[in-house]
């Protein structure tokens, strides 16, 4: 909205005004553009400056205060009419905070006094069209022609063996009907083995949803970024809003995202990234174009090796343990540490280079928010190889509940010209991956060539580790520059290039959950553009986004603010 129209709006002028009922005590329930204010007894008069923000205590206490505001940005999600025993209800769906500052989400009912049907359904549609982001129009002050809903459809992908093995029931028990109170529809798919998201958002018609969710750990981001940029469409692709429920074990992004925010990490993450992507905007977030010998590919989180690889990797075995895999492994290393002799040469960052390296993909994509027509249970048994169109040009969309598909996979193919399919061979996959490096400005040497002479090497050392972060946080309690944000244009190399004592080592997983390094630790923090770690030793682990990569000389560049996030 222009900010001249914005100085015509009245914030402090209701939209609409009633009577209700609230546990017992009568309500005068006002709407205003931005917040629902309710006031026991008489009808008060709230000014806009002097309106609160009201936390869950005094939601939850109509005698707490007189004046009691919902905010339309922050606690509310959705909102929906009831009709029962021939009274009529307005129900709010919203989310707060206990006493311990964790969210949750719950109900606030008001049972119609005065109107009709027809009165709260206007309500609920105007609501409706607040938290999708219209605006009245300035000469409308009756509010009587008002648009349709924007709809909204996720395309959700599931790794059901993520975290402990509960992501698929977490979903359907909780999250699904979360989802339906803020009117999101949904298309779900079970992943079934390593790379199959990958191979999935290749070839579905993805500017039918309004995003991508991700209901996993950190790997399934990778894999789902990666099958972006391998499309011929990657530059509109991969400015997709990608959504991210944490229910895998590291869960880095979530962290880093909550981290930023509050500078603590919470008991559960759950219930916040929810909240995130019911209410977050979309926001740039850079990626890293990686390199080794046999392949390009692309990276949100980190590439590391030495000891924190090492605990990573260790970890595999106690999955089922969740969190505390990390713990256990960290300490089996502590006490069998390993090192990594390496050679690593990097370009300082600075800020022109960010100016000079701009995102030059296409930024204006406009994903289709209408629903589909679901196919009938026939075509849901189809196998799971096997892809259905469903007409994407329909005037019938709606959105379905939503429905967990293991075997067969209801949604659009991509028809597109521009969008054929291609040859799965290396060569098909490197030709158009060079295309994007082109267009992208990549100016890595060959790995076979000598880096740049402005960049800088370090000694060929036994490092206890090597980490090259693009988000603050590498996990719960892992904080490995608390400063860095996702949209910074650069990366943070993290490294300490001697051995360290068990004693020292212990100190320093601890003090990376406060985001410090102890003061006998001499670690290394350098703001980066471009890397290159080439191994000295015949055996190791490189870690890319929590996923286990080929040992051998690996280089990157950061692309700045090139994917996109509803943070």
């Given at each position: ?23 017992g ?17 008489e ?47 307005l129900i709010?769906?919203?989310f ?101 998201a ?13 995003a991508?969710?991700v ?39 979530s ?14 993450i759950?219930m ?40 990573d990797?260790g ?30 040469s ?7 280079d ?116 693009n988000l ?8 490995m ?22 004693s ?17 630790v ?33 280089q ?6 090139l ?5």
């Open positions: 909205m222009e900010q001249s129209q914005k100085s015509q709006i009245n914030l402090s002028s209701p939209i609409l005004g009633d009577k209700f009922e609230l546990r005590a009568e309500v005068h329930l006002e709407l205003y553009i931005d917040s629902i204010v309710y006031t026991r007894g009808l008060c008069v709230v000014d806009s400056s002097q309106r609160r923000h009201v936390d869950c205590c005094s939601i939850n206490n109509v005698e707490s205060s007189q004046n009691e505001i919902l905010s339309l940005s922050d606690n509310v999600i959705g909102c929906r009419t009831l009709n029962l025993y021939d009274e009529i209800y709010f769906y919203l707060s905070r206990n006493k311990k500052g964790e969210f949750y989400k719950h109900n606030l009912t008001f049972r119609s006094l005065s109107a009709h049907s027809r009165d709260l359904n206007r309500w609920c549609k105007i609501i409706r069209l607040l938290l999708s982001g219209w605006r009245p129009p300035i000469d409308d002050n009756r509010y009587e022609i008002l648009p349709d809903v924007p709809r909204r459809c996720f395309l959700v992908f599931i790794n059901p063996h993520a975290g402990v093995g509960n992501a698929a029931t977490v979903f359907k028990r909780i999250i699904v009907d979360i989802l339906n109170d803020a009117g999101i529809g949904c298309d779900t798919i079970l992943t079934e083995y390593a790379g199959h990958r191979e999935i958002i290749q070839k579905v018609s993805i500017y039918v949803y309004s991508i969710v209901c996993s750990g950190d790997g399934l981001i990778h894999e789902i970024i990666n099958g972006l940029m391998s499309r011929d469409d990657w530059q509109h692709a991969i400015k997709l809003p990608i959504g991210v429920l944490p229910l895998g074990t590291g869960n880095a992004f962290y880093t995202q909550y981290y930023n925010r509050e500078h603590r990490f919470p008991k559960s759950l916040p990234s929810l909240l995130s992507l019911i209410k977050g905007q979309p926001t740039p977030v850079d990626l890293i174009c990686l390199q080794t010998e046999k392949r390009t590919f692309y990276a949100f989180l980190s590439t590391t090796t030495g000891m924190v690889a090492d605990v990797v970890s595999e075995k106690y999955r089922a343990l969740g969190d505390t895999r990390f713990t256990l492994a960290a300490l089996q290393h502590i006490l069998s540490p390993s090192f990594t002799k390496l050679k690593v990097y370009e300082i960052f600075s800020r022109d960010d100016k000079n390296h701009a995102d030059p993909t296409i930024h204006n994509v406009r994903p289709h928010n209408s629903r589909i027509e679901s196919t009938n249970s026939a075509s849901r048994r189809a196998s799971s190889n096997q892809f259905l169109s469903r007409d994407s040009n329909s005037a019938n969309h709606r959105i379905d509940s939503t429905k967990i598909i293991s075997n067969g996979i209801p949604i659009p193919l991509d028809t597109s010209s521009n969008q054929k399919r291609r040859s799965t061979s290396n060569n098909s996959f490197n030709g158009i991956q060079n295309e994007v490096i082109r267009q992208l400005r990549v100016d890595l040497p060959s790995l076979i060539q000598p880096v740049p002479e402005h960049w800088i090497t370090l000694s060929p050392a036994d490092y206890t580790y090597i980490f090259i972060a603050s946080c590498a996990g719960r309690d892992l904080v520059d608390a400063s860095l944000g996702c949209s910074d244009g650069c990366m943070t190399l993290s490294y300490i290039n001697h051995t360290l004592k068990r020292q080592m212990l100190r320093l997983f601890l003090s990376l959950a406060d985001g410090v390094y102890p003061p006998d001499d670690a290394k923090l350098v703001r980066i553009r471009s890397f290159r770690m080439e191994p000295l030793a015949s055996k190791g682990s490189i870690v890319v986004d929590g996923e286990l990569v080929e040992f051998g000389t690996i990157g560049q950061i692309l700045p603010r994917a996109t996030f509803l943070c």
